[in-house]
């Protein structure tokens, strides 16, 4: 079966191929069996008229022409013709007669004449329900139906009997009003004298078997209904299994996904899950803002802390800072003991200067941040808080996935990267140390003092570091101040400030309107 329907998912055509035998098949089934049933019901009518002439002829020979020939007399008619040499039957004995042949030599048809007035020296007809209703029927109303049919049978026999008056004419009228055995003498032209009835009898098995071809249709098309039905649910089976299968996989890819993404950055997880970077050993040249801090004495620091206690030191230390670094769209390199490695530009970026803006306002906000943990670790015990030293450089590094087939790291190598890490080293705790190619994008921004020249160990040039002092209030321009009956109109050219320098001087704004104008009013 599952080869059948690997073959019919191959090759689709036969499926219609099938179909299409099945619509052909079907009229031709029934034409085949209309032809069948027409010829059966014409052979069994004919074997039923040649035995109906068959009784007719041989009972004539013998009750008639047989005994005219064989008679010297004169010839009469007579009721009890057997009793007078040379007499023939009447036309009532004729049917009682012939009646009776035609029932012993055909089996499916049956004649019958009834009445009931049978002459004295014969027995008396024995008349069904049909036949009384039929024959009361008839002379109720002359003028009424010529003949009335009745349908009976069973499931397997149908039988159909069809009754005729007889009616009486001139001859039969004064024959019977003169005959001495007549039990009736005042019959008249016209009177319904009995009843002849023709009884068919057709075996319902018999007309069945005549659609032999359509039975045959039906077989094989509910064969292979079956067929197909058991296909679909040993296929539905199948699909259940294999849903059941793709969702706990899918649950466990999401497990596997989601532990996975604790060893990456946001940016590198969602560009892999996403395709747009592929799993293979290949590397960039980019511009990037690279930035290295790291504890200022953290050995010392941490000496007299237990094991546990340190622990989940620096993992909530890791934690604040990768909020804060996720929060200003930084991809986080590696943490480096209690180091971390950060960089902007990769895999988006907006620009080496909105880059190197955002590297810098992180590495701010982690030293305000900083600042609060440590007067909570105080108050926990830790007598001398985490302060870091931080590096920020801008220039060009090779950036991608290095390794071998086996593992790889998505990481960044160069001498900008290097230089990061040594401006890294000279800062003071708490402090930022820029590289002048960070500066000239930030200096709009933040107030910092140049350095001494440095030779940094693996760097040809002579650095001149920066050391950031404070970050830069900007001036507000004002172009117009408008004054107007409801009150006073600000009208601040925002355009020249950074995006997060405009939402900070809007919620300021609004702070200071909601503390000074009544609530009913509106801004």
């Known amino acids: 079966m599952d080869h059948f329907g690997r073959f019919l998912l191959a090759r689709p055509y036969w499926l219609v191929v099938v179909v299409l035998i099945a619509l052909v098949g079907l009229p031709a089934a029934i034409w085949l069996d209309l032809r069948n049933l027409s010829d059966e019901t014409l052979r069994r009518?004919?074997?039923?008229?040649?035995?109906?002439?068959?009784?007719?002829?041989?009972?004539?020979?013998?009750n008639v022409v047989s005994r005219v020939v064989n008679s010297d007399t004169e010839t009469q008619a007579l009721h009890n013709y057997l009793d007078v040499n040379g007499a023939i039957p009447i036309p009532a004995t004729l049917s009682l007669e012939l009646g009776a042949e035609i029932g012993s030599a055909e089996g499916d048809v049956e004649y019958r004449f009834v009445s009931d007035y049978a002459f004295a020296n014969r027995p008396p007809h024995r008349l069904d329900e049909f036949e009384r209703s039929a024959l009361f029927q008839f002379r109720a109303?002359?003028?009424?139906?010529?003949?009335?049919?009745?349908?009976t049978g069973n499931v397997w026999n149908r039988e159909i009997t069809l009754a005729t008056p007889v009616v009486m004419e001139g001859g039969c009228v004064s024959c019977h009003n003169s005959h001495a055995e007549s039990p009736k003498t005042d019959w008249i032209v016209g009177d319904v004298r009995a009843l002849q009835t023709v009884t068919v009898r057709q075996p319902v098995a018999l007309n069945l078997w005549s659609f032999k071809w359509l039975l045959l249709y039906f077989a094989a098309a509910g064969t292979m209904g079956l067929f197909f039905a058991a296909m679909q649910y040993k296929l539905?089976?199948?699909?259940?299994?294999?849903n059941d299968e793709l969702t706990a996989n899918n649950e466990f890819l999401a497990g596997i996904s989601l532990k996975i993404s604790k060893y990456l950055s946001p940016q590198v997880y969602k560009s892999i899950f996403s395709g747009e970077k592929d799993a293979s050993i290949s590397t960039e040249r980019k511009k990037l803002t690279v930035f290295f801090s790291d504890i200022k004495d953290f050995t010392a620091t941490t000496e007299r802390m237990q094991p546990e206690e340190l622990t989940a030191l620096l993992n909530e230390y890791f934690t604040e800072m990768s909020h804060i670094a996720e929060a200003h769209g930084a991809t986080i390199d590696k943490f480096i003991g209690d180091a971390i490695v950060a960089f902007f530009g990769d895999p988006e970026t907006k620009g080496a200067t909105e880059d190197a803006r955002a590297c810098v306002r992180m590495a701010l906000d982690m030293q305000r941040r900083l600042t609060d943990l440590g007067e909570v670790w105080n108050q926990k015990g830790l007598e001398h808080p985490f302060k870091a030293r931080m590096g920020i450089n801008t220039g060009f590094c090779n950036v991608g996935n290095f390794g071998s087939d086996e593992r790889m790291d998505y990481t960044i190598i160069g001498a900008e990267a290097n230089l990061a890490a040594r401006l890294e080293s000279i800062a003071e705790p708490g402090g930022i140390v820029l590289s002048y190619e960070t500066y000239a994008h930030v200096r709009d921004i933040i107030e910092a003092e140049p350095l001494e020249a440095v030779q940094f160990k693996g760097i040809a040039r002579e650095i001149i570091p920066y050391h950031i002092k404070k970050v830069q209030v900007p001036e507000i321009k004002t172009r117009k101040v408008l004054q107007v009956e409801e009150g006073s109109k600000l009208t601040v050219d925002l355009a020249s400030f950074d995006e997060p320098t405009r939402a900070a001087l809007r919620a300021t704004i609004q702070d200071a309107l909601i503390k000074v104008q009544p609530p009913e009013t509106a801004w």
């Open 141 to 151: 109303e002359p003028q009424g139906p010529q003949f009335i049919v009745n349908s």
């Open 45 to 62: 009518q004919a074997s039923s008229l040649n035995g109906i002439i068959t009784s007719v002829r041989s009972y004539y020979a013998t």
């Open 236 to 242: 539905a089976g199948s699909f259940s299994r294999m």
